[in-house]
Structures are given as structure tokens and as C-alpha cells.
């Protein structure tokens, strides 16, 4: 009687075995892998907006969202442009020191000088992060005969002009929020990158 060890069916085990442990904890890592990287719906909330602006008419604004915010896309008219001068001994930061806003937006229009009528935003009011509603009338009987057209916060009474500059004497402390965007064509603004 021979007292052998067959050694190739003990190297086919090991190796089975390794093979179906290494299969188990690819397995078990993937998910917790996986989860260190952004999902495609969270990819996709902050991702970059196209607007097609092409139907937006002067004096109009349309809203889109980016990064769940809202966003605003008004085309002011001439008279809108001029107006922003008279408000400016009633604004808390008429060039926007202190403002958040790309560098090609800090101006006193607070848009591209390339296309001065076309304004975005974030429609979130700097005081508590409410949504401000459009006013582009002219002395309204809420707001005053000196309303020349803007922004106002009815939750608690800011107001903004129409390049989101804010009022002295209300509760938002800096002007609106401008994001990152550039323009794709004339009519297509992409809002969220400007590279």
C-alpha cells in the first residue's frame, strides 16, 4: 500500500479556491468602490445648462435651474440699461467688491461686455436664500415712485436692481449671485462653466 499525496489535485484546490475567494471580494468591494464616485444623477444636478435664448424677447426673463437653484436669463431693454445708473447712490456695492460673480461679470452691468443685455443669475436672495420675484415695472405703488425696475423679496423686503445689486436699508447683505456661463452661439448660453 502506497501512502502518496497526489499533488495535483491539491494544486487544483488551491487554485479554485483562490480563484472563487478573489471572485467573492471583487464582489463585496465594488459597491463600496463605487460609492466613492459621484452617481450619474448627481453628475447630472450639477452639470452645465444650455439655455436657447433665441426666443427670449427684450424686457422678458425665463428661468432655468442649475445644481437645483434657479436661474435667471433676462433680456433687458436699453431703457433697463439706462436705469441702472439712477439707482446707483441707493446700492450697498455699486462695483461689486464684495460680490460673488466671474471676473468677466464685474461691472457695473454685471454681464459680458459682449452681450451688456443679456443678465444671468441665481434667483436666491443673499439674505436668507428665498427666491425674489421680477419687477421690471416703473413705480409700482408697493415699491415707490423711484422704482426704476428690478428685483424685489416679498418674504422680507430686499430688493435688487436689474443687475442684482442690492438696496442699502434692506436685509440681503451682498448682491445676487452671478455663476459661471459662456455662450455656445448667439442664442446658446451655457450656464455652469465658462471654459
Not at 471583487?26 to 459621484?38: E, K, L, M, N, Y
Not at 439706462?82 to 464685474?106: F, G, H, I, R, W
Not at 439674505?127 to 423711484?146: K, M, Q, V, W
Request: hydrophobic content about 40%; some cysteine; overall charge neutral.
Amino acid at each position: 500500500m502506497t501512502n502518496q499525496v497526489d499533488n495535483s489535485k491539491r494544486r487544483f484546490l488551491t487554485l479554485a479556491t483562490g480563484a472563487v475567494g478573489g471572485v467573492a471580494v471583487v464582489g463585496v468591494a465594488t459597491p463600496f468602490i463605487a460609492s466613492f464616485f459621484p452617481s450619474e444623477r448627481a453628475k447630472a444636478a450639477g452639470a452645465p445648462v444650455e439655455v436657447d435664448i433665441s426666443k427670449l424677447e427684450p424686457g422678458q426673463k425665463i428661468d432655468v435651474e442649475w445644481r437645483g437653484k434657479p436661474v435667471w436669463v433676462v433680456n433687458r431693454t436699453k431703457e433697463m440699461v439706462d436705469n441702472l445708473a439712477k439707482v446707483e447712490s441707493k446700492l450697498v456695492d455699486v462695483t461689486s467688491d464684495s460680490s460673488e460673480q466671474p471676473d468677466y461679470a464685474k461691472n457695473k452691468l454685471r454681464s459680458r461686455e459682449d452681450h451688456a443685455n443679456i443678465w444671468i443669475a441665481l434667483g436666491v436672495c443673499t439674505h436668507l436664500g428665498c427666491s425674489p420675484t421680477f419687477r421690471p415695472d416703473i413705480a409700482p405703488a408697493d415699491l415707490g415712485a423711484d422704482w426704476v425696475g428690478g428685483f424685489y423679496c416679498p418674504c422680507h423686503g430686499s430688493k435688487f436692481d436689474l443687475a442684482g445689486r442690492v438696496y442699502s436699508g434692506v436685509p440681503a447683505p451682498k448682491n445676487l449671485v452671478i455663476p459661471p456661463y459662456k455662450y455656445l452661439s448667439a442664442t446658446t448660453v451655457l450656464v455652469g462653466e465658462d471654459k
